[in-house]
């Protein structure tokens, strides 16, 4: 079974070619004209041990902001094409790693539904020429077009590069085990429903989730398309005590003790 996908995206503002092996052996061959990027999928590639190649043409004289989103898209497209019916993969997976003082969690589950629940609180706007922010907008790219759940943690970290290296270094080692085949379950889909199918959150608004180590509460509201309002009105009324309705006996019995005659 060959485990591969090539993707050809063009738009206004980029022009990428992308090929995954998933089963490949880590090598890559990577020219996306932004170099931190460069080097953090070369490691995304040795670490996981998929084959990857990477040409992008971008409009970086701007920014890099698209050349980045974009990449993520196509390799999320290549990602859901390669893994195809999901059929034997182990599907959930999850590493925590350290890089220096840095130390990052991913967990993944290859589900079809694309969820992305990122927590980093990277300290500087820049790592040389690259802005930092771009991380989870590749991220975001990835994710709606793979079809998974992914959620990313800094447990630890105070050096911007390390941080960014760390996450890409644990997604990169998550994402191996959860494609990897289970033998005992080569031939079934990993899922009781028989099928892993792409679905679309009903209103996710992305935007209005803080980064950082944030109201689990609050996030899982945005997360279900509630405004900040919303949720807040929820959290309120669920905060006020329940008022049981009493039944004709105890509303007497009530009354007859305030009256002090029970």
Known sequence: MMRNAEVNRMTGETKVQLFLDLDGAGKSDIDTGIGFLDHMLVLLSRHSGFDLMVKCNGDTYVDDHHSVEDIGISLGQAFAEAIGDK??????????LAMDEALILTSVDISGRDFLDYRMEIPSEKV??????????????????????????????RN??????????SLARTLRKAVEID???ADSIPSTKGKLSETTPEAPVREEVQCGLGDDSYAKGIARGMTREMTQEVAHEASKPIQKKLSSTEELEKELLEKGLL
């Open 128 to 157: 040389g020429s690259f802005d930092t922010e771009l991380t989870e907008e590749f991220l975001m790219g990835f994710v709606r077009n793979a079809g998974v759940t992914l959620h990313v943690r800094q447990l630890a970290g």
């Open 160 to 169: 911007s590069h390390h941080i960014i290296e760390g996450m890409f270094k």
């Open 183 to 185: 033998e005992r379950f």
């Open 87 to 96: 059929k034997g993969i182990c599907r959930y997976a999850d590493t925590t």
